[in-house]
């Protein structure tokens, strides 16, 4: 690798170590005996024909780093798709907003949410199905990354099982609920 001096345009060979860590370009007997000369520490400046290497490696480092950007949009397309195939599989999702997880359920043709469920579940199973809907949560993406999250198949069961056990408290407030709307 060569640089030129700033003040008087000479041409002199660096020196370029490879590390482990990488590669150094550093001052070379040559360039400190001609600093020697002008009496003053001189201001190199790399040659242009160097320049294209480093313009070469510049260009190579982009591609990498879309090629990497590509890696993980893939990754994000197939977690979406494995989220959607959960989300066919059971009749109901979880909407997550706001850093707030809402299961939603399709129950005869009207929405049963985890909150409607918890006021008249036991605190035991309420404990147990919020465990479950950020179980499902963290399975597929984050708390806080706003989104439509599928039911896990244990999440899907339980939620049915207390759908069935408190059928009758739910038959009495059945005129107050909404119909189940597709995401």
């Known amino acids: 690798m060569k640089a030129k001096c700033n003040i008087c345009g000479y041409i002199a060979k660096m020196d370029v170590v490879h590390t482990e860590i990488g590669t150094v370009i550093k001052k070379s007997e040559e360039m400190e005996e001609h600093e020697k000369q002008h009496e003053e520490e001189v201001a190199w400046s790399i040659v242009e024909e160097e320049k294209e290497g480093l313009k070469l490696m510049k260009e190579w480092l982009e591609h990498r780093l879309v090629l990497a950007r590509s890696e993980i949009e893939r990754k994000n397309i197939e977690s979406d798709l494995r989220n959607i195939e959960k989300l066919i ?6 909407d997550v907003f706001n850093c707030q997880a809402t299961m939603r359920i399709n129950h005869e043709g009207l929405e049963i949410t985890d ?19 950020m179980e499902a949560v963290d399975e597929q993406g984050a708390i806080n990354w706003s989104g439509i999250y599928g039911l896990t198949k244990e999440l899907n069961d339980y ?18 609920l909404r119909p189940f709307r597709k995401f």
């Open 89 to 94: 599989e059971f009749d109901g999702y979880i």
């Open 115 to 133: 909150d409607i469920l918890k006021e008249i579940i036991s605190k035991k199973e309420k404990e147990k199905l919020d465990k479950l809907i």
């Open 159 to 176: 939620a049915r099982f207390l759908i069935e056990k408190y059928k009758e408290q739910i038959d009495k407030i059945k005129s107050s």
